[in-house]
């Protein structure tokens, strides 16, 4: 995943730049049936700067080996950007991408607007019974498969096991023991015990799934998340930060949470695997094995995390779909899955990249595949990315004391009723 990675200015201009040069360029294209593959298709890239966007870029590079004609054009384009830049291009006509690397929320979203071809029938579902269940479940719409799964996730709990030992602490399975945890962090070491991301949505799922609510039940046609689990979760997190258990910021969250946990000031934060490799370029993790992952801890319901991940989408408009299709195989083929895993520790969608040793081998994958097959489905319905935005603003009001839980998962259930017609 994931959310809120600031890009360089330099990377911002050239995704400006090249996305003029999408698949509305009047590329040559290759009419289907016709042979080998030629002309340009343009991907944009939604990783992480600085640690998965090298390795995707020498990936989509070893297309063009495979296919000489074919020229790649790869734009890394900032997460929290992306979902609006692609709408907003596909529905102007001009500067779209052909192939796009897409939130799992974002794809049924996409396929509702009539923005993404289908991919049904096509090269890009190679080897399709090959995906996991859960990871396929994202791609689809309507009955028709509108993505190919290149990424699954989850979160979980990373904890500093040197400052860990320091206090005399063992990673929290509850939310009382994350309390207690954090206390004996702060006694012992002077450190704070969690850093909690107040900037974004995401971050919350664990919590609202733990106390065994949920934004929305799609089958019901029913908003949830301001029901009595809804505002438990909120009393949960807001009661973390007054504790002093956890500090959180309202903005700059990610860059904020990863600097306090490389550099040794906060003990834990809840994560998944994509911030995996940025971790380990920290001071405190030039010993990778200072490194501990554990469950998030569970709240009064149990333990829950959210299903996430990325798919790759190709745009309806693309002048070049069969090479896009031909791309997105490629990109998510048993191939290019090991290489992700093993250089980046990422979750595989393929089950046989599973077996492979470099996988099989690798520590944080290995913690990370049970975790995925208990996570919580988000709901996949066109709004489903949509409805972070409405949670974000009042989840950050509530963990920054601006207004009150209830209050808080009312606005949000509000919203929603507004964003989701005939809904209860």
Not at 7 to 24: F, I, Q
Not at 25 to 42: A, H, I, Q, R
Not at 179 to 187: C, H, L, P
Not at 219 to 231: L, P, W
């Amino acid at each position: 995943m994931r959310r809120g990675i600031a890009a360089t200015a330099l990377v911002a201009a050239l995704g400006v730049t090249l996305a003029a040069c999408g698949s509305d360029d009047g590329g040559t294209g290759t009419p289907k049936g016709s042979g080998e593959l030629s002309g340009t298709v343009t991907w944009w890239d939604t990783s992480n700067v600085g640690s998965e966007d090298k390795v995707f870029k020498k990936l989509a590079e070893g297309f063009t080996k495979k296919h000489p004609k074919v020229s790649v054009k790869y734009v890394n384009v900032p997460f929290g950007e992306a979902q609006n830049k692609f709408k907003n291009a596909a529905q102007s006509g001009s500067g779209a991408p052909d192939v796009i690397r897409s939130e799992v929320a974002w794809t049924p979203e996409f396929a509702d607007l009539g923005y993404l071809a289908p991919l049904d029938g096509t090269a890009a579902l190679k080897n399709e019974g090959d995906f996991l269940e859960q990871a396929a479940a994202s791609t689809k719409y309507n009955g028709k498969t509108y993505a190919v799964p290149q990424v699954i996730d989850s979160m979980g709990i990373f904890y500093n096991k040197k400052i860990f030992k320091d206090a005399g602490v063992e990673a929290p399975k509850t939310i009382d023991e994350l309390k207690t945890v954090a206390t004996k962090i702060k006694e012992k070491t002077g450190k704070t015990g969690l850093y909690l991301r107040g900037d974004d949505a995401y971050w919350f799922l664990s919590f609202l799934y733990g106390e065994g609510g949920d934004m929305v039940n799609a089958e019901q046609k029913k908003v949830t998340i301001d029901g009595a689990a809804g505002v438990k979760a909120m009393k949960v997190v807001k009661d973390l930060v007054d504790s002093k258990a956890a500090i959180t910021d309202a903005s700059n969250g990610w860059d904020n949470m990863q600097a306090a946990f490389k550099d040794g000031k906060v003990a834990m934060m809840i994560n998944g695997p994509w911030a995996v490799t940025d971790t380990y370029a920290g001071k405190e993790f030039a010993d990778k094995a200072n490194l501990g992952i554990a469950p998030v801890p569970a709240g009064s319901a149990g333990q829950g995390a959210p299903q996430g991940g990325h798919n790759l989408a190709v745009y309806a408009g693309s002048k070049n779909l069969e090479a896009s299709y031909a791309f997105a195989e490629y990109m998510t083929s048993v191939e290019a899955q090991t290489t992700a895993a093993k250089e980046l520790s990422l979750l595989p969608t393929r089950e046989s990249v599973y077996i492979k040793p470099e996988v099989a081998s690798n520590e944080m994958i290995g913690f990370f595949k049970p975790v995925v097959e208990k996570a919580v489905e988000r709901p996949w319905v066109p709004e489903g990315g949509s409805l972070f935005a409405p949670l974000q603003v009042e989840y950050t009001k509530v963990l920054t004391g601006q207004t009150s839980p209830e209050q808080g998962a009312k606005a949000t259930g509000d919203a929603y009723r507004k964003l989701l017609k005939d809904w209860k």
